[in-house]
């Protein structure tokens, strides 16, 4: 995949082989209508199409609402002394990663050997594989990068000794100038992957320390795994697991175990963690390492990985991040919507919408009901609900209401809880100025990789 370099910060993102302007718009493209179809995005967006010109469902992103989240995080990272790796795998467009590097990210992170593949095609030189790499391809592959371009950094995740012994063998025949970075995890009680404990998490260091194909760069982990709330109780349990990560990197530096990373090259070592959940509790529990000597004798990077902060939502992070409303001076906003109309009306209290698992995010709460859409646009009852999703329909539950309140072919705004599983059933998303408009207006599209 070749295409036009654009340099964004340490970063390089280059435009997919069209360019997104000049990607020609088709059926394909769920929503856009039938007049778009046969025209490039370009002359497309050159007809100042409205929203109300797109075919429901649709989903979209809010302009004004993503550069205010995204200018919100920067700011705030930048204030707490930590660095941001956003977590790229929650949209899958290279268009959301450039901007994100434009306002000052150190890097990208990505979820699998795949999607560390698309990002260096497109030009990304620094990129955090928040997983194992263990697929015998994607290492081979990691390898011949890193052979033909010694300044690409790519930082891979390793939990477990085989896991170590299985980098090793598959690679055995890259060249001996080749190591891979790696990052031990150190994981918790009944969370995902990670070395169960602070011994477990040395013998691996130990196990990278004697490679002669793996670097340890780092340390890190998953603290969203650990709680899904705000109670005393999930704070507790998060804490804990960042003090233990803040112990591990302490004790590793003073080993010496990073020495031969950042010694030749003046790198500092990596100390990595989520998220969008409890952003502030990584700032409290390692921003501090995050100094000339990280009060160890090693320079010390704190790397923030949140992935859904730019487009936020109506639902979970909405109710769990720190710096969601009523939490922030500045709030982030919920940039993503659905918009799906009314086709049926069976019964007084209930009405059926065009919408449904193909085209919204449903695992962490269904859409929630906002407001009617149009010109003569007028609240939803005030109890109005979504109840269920099938494949391609929404249950509007309407209790108490009447024919008259969400009529047939009427459209009705839905707020949706989670990015991470609302990018992934869009090949194109439109971007609109503002989604609180009377009329909002399409003014660019973003191209995902999925």
């Not at 090693?298 to 720190?322: K, M």
Request: aromatic share 6%; proline share 7%.
């Amino acid at each position: 995949m070749t295409g036009r370099s654009v340099v964004a910060a340490d970063n390089v993102v280059a435009a997919p082989s069209e360019g997104v302007q000049d990607l020609v718009l088709g059926p394909q493209h769920k929503s856009l209508p039938p007049a778009a179809w046969g025209l490039t995005v370009r002359d497309y967006l050159a007809t100042a199409p409205h929203l109300d010109e797109l075919q429901t469902p649709v989903l979209t992103m809010d302009r004004s609402a993503l550069d205010a989240n995204r200018a919100v995080m920067a700011d705030w990272a930048r204030a707490a002394g930590v660095q941001l790796a956003p977590h790229g795998k929650t949209s899958m467009s290279p268009q959301l990663w450039k901007e994100q590097l434009d306002a000052g990210s150190w890097g990208i992170t990505l979820a699998t050997g795949w999607q560390v593949q698309i990002g260096r095609s497109l030009g990304l030189n620094r990129i955090m594989l928040a997983n194992a790499l263990l697929d015998p391809a994607g290492l081979r592959w990691a390898a011949a990068e890193i052979a033909a371009d010694p300044n690409f950094e790519l930082y891979s995740w390793v939990d477990g000794v085989d896991s170590v012994r299985e980098m090793e063998r598959h690679l055995e025949s890259a060249p001996d100038s080749v190591r891979l970075n790696v990052i031990v995890e150190l994981g918790g009680p009944h969370g995902r992957t990670g070395a169960r404990g602070l011994a477990a998490a040395h013998e691996v260091a130990d196990a990278v320390d004697k490679s002669p194909r793996l670097r340890l760069a780092g340390v890190g982990g998953y603290e969203g795994a650990l709680a899904h709330d705000r109670t005393p109780e999930g704070l507790a349990a998060v804490r804990h697991y960042l003090d233990e990560i803040a112990i591990l990197h302490q004790e590793l530096a003073s080993a010496g175990r990073y020495d031969e990373f950042t010694g030749p090259a003046g790198r500092p070592a990596i100390v990595t963690a989520g998220g969008s959940a409890y952003p502030d509790l990584v700032v409290e529990r390692l921003a501090g390492l995050a100094d000339e000597s990280g009060g160890h004798g090693v320079p010390t990077a704190v790397v923030l990985r949140s992935g859904a902060y730019l487009v936020h939502d109506d639902g979970f992070y909405s109710g769990i991040s720190p710096l969601a409303a009523g939490r922030s001076e500045r709030p982030l906003r919920s940039a993503m919507h659905g918009w799906a109309r009314c086709v049926s009306r069976p019964e007084t209290e209930l009405a059926l919408l065009d919408a449904g698992k193909r085209d919204l995010p449903f695992d962490e709460g269904l859409p929630v009901p906002q407001r009617m859409a149009g010109p003569a646009s007028t609240a939803l009852p005030v109890h109005a609900n979504v109840s269920a999703l099938n494949d391609q329909h929404t249950f509007l539950r309407l209790p108490g209401g009447s024919a008259a309140d969400v009529p047939v072919g009427s459209v009705v705004r839905l707020g949706l809880s989670h990015p991470c599983t609302a990018f992934d059933k869009w090949r194109l998303i439109p971007v609109i100025d503002d989604a609180g408009a009377e009329r909002p207006r399409v003014v660019d599209f973003l191209l995902t990789y999925f």
